[in-house]
C-alpha cells in the first residue's frame, strides 16, 4: 500500500523568504500526484498536480513543484511566500489504475507579514 | 459556486445515537470518498464508490456505513458513535474516465462532528 511522508508538522517564515516543503511516498509503480491547501476554515483545494510529462509542475499563486522519481520525492516550493499563504498543506499520492488517494499528515504554515 | 457540498457544517450527537452525514455533488463524477480527518493527522481514507461499486478501506469500523443513491447523493452513517469518531468527515469526488485518464479530487467543506 502506498503511504506519504511529510517531514515538516510547522513551517514559520517571514514575508519574502523561499519555502520548501518535504513529501517522499512509498511505492514502486506509476503514481498522480498532488499538493492540496487548505487555508483556514476553507475546504481542501488543488496547488497543483504531477500525472506524467515535465516533472517540474507549475501550480496556482506561484507554487511549484518537483518529481524526482529516483527518490520518491515531490517538493512544493515557492520562491517568496506571502502572508496569505499561511495555511495547510497536504501531500498526496495514488496509483495509476486505483482510486485511492493517500494523504501526508500536513506542513501547517505560517508566514509572519 | 459549490460543487461538492456537505451537510451539515457542524454536527453535534449524542453518544451511540446514529447520525448520518451527507454529501452531495454538482460535476457528475463518478468516484466519491468519505475521509475522516482527526486534529493534525492526515485524512484518512474510509470508503469510496466508483459508481454503484462500494469499497471498503480494510481497517474502517464496521459502525461506519455509506450509502450512494444516485451519482449526485453519498451519505455516511455512524451507526453508534463514540467519542474516539469526533472528527472531521470530508466527501470528495473525483472522475475516472473509461480510458484511464485521471483527475484530481475535489474536496467539499467538510462537516465537524462532535460526539457529547
Known amino acids: 500500500a502506498q503511504s506519504v511522508s511529510q517531514h515538516n508538522h510547522h513551517v514559520i517564515l517571514s514575508e519574502a523568504a523561499s519555502l520548501e516543503l518535504g513529501c517522499n511516498y512509498s511505492?514502486?509503480?506509476?503514481?498522480?500526484l498532488f499538493w492540496y491547501v487548505q487555508y483556514p476554515g476553507q475546504h481542501l483545494q488543488l496547488l497543483l498536480k504531477?500525472?506524467?510529462?515535465?516533472?517540474l509542475v507549475k501550480g496556482i499563486k506561484g507554487f511549484e513543484a518537483e518529481f524526482i522519481k529516483s527518490k520518491f520525492s515531490f517538493n512544493l516550493r515557492k520562491p517568496s511566500v506571502q502572508w496569505s499563504d499561511t495555511a495547510e498543506y497536504f501531500c498526496?499520492?495514488?496509483?495509476?489504475?486505483?482510486?485511492?488517494?493517500?494523504f501526508g499528515t500536513g506542513t501547517k504554515l505560517q508566514v509572519i507579514p | 459556486d459549490a460543487m461538492v457540498i456537505q451537510n451539515p457544517r457542524y454536527q453535534v450527537t449524542q453518544f451511540g445515537k446514529p447520525v448520518t452525514l451527507s454529501c452531495s455533488q454538482t460535476?457528475?463524477?463518478?468516484?466519491m470518498y468519505w475521509y475522516q480527518q482527526k486534529s493534525s493527522q492526515a485524512p484518512k481514507l474510509l470508503f469510496h464508490?466508483?459508481?454503484?461499486?462500494?469499497?471498503n478501506e480494510a481497517d474502517t469500523p464496521d459502525n461506519f456505513q455509506s450509502r450512494r443513491p444516485n451519482t449526485s447523493f453519498c451519505f455516511l452513517d455512524i451507526r453508534s458513535p463514540g467519542l474516539g469518531d469526533a472528527a472531521m468527515y470530508l466527501c470528495?469526488?473525483?472522475?475516472?474516465?473509461?480510458?484511464?485518464?485521471?483527475?484530481?479530487?475535489?474536496f467539499g467543506q467538510g462537516t465537524r462532528l462532535t460526539v457529547v
Open positions: 511505492y514502486g509503480g506509476t503514481v498522480n
Open positions: 470528495a469526488t473525483r472522475e475516472r474516465n473509461y480510458r484511464g485518464l485521471d483527475t484530481e479530487a475535489f
Open positions: 504531477y500525472f506524467s510529462g515535465d516533472p
Open positions: 498526496a499520492v495514488k496509483v495509476r489504475g486505483y482510486q485511492k488517494v493517500t
Open positions: 460535476l457528475n463524477h463518478n468516484v
Open positions: 464508490y466508483y459508481d454503484k461499486d462500494f469499497n
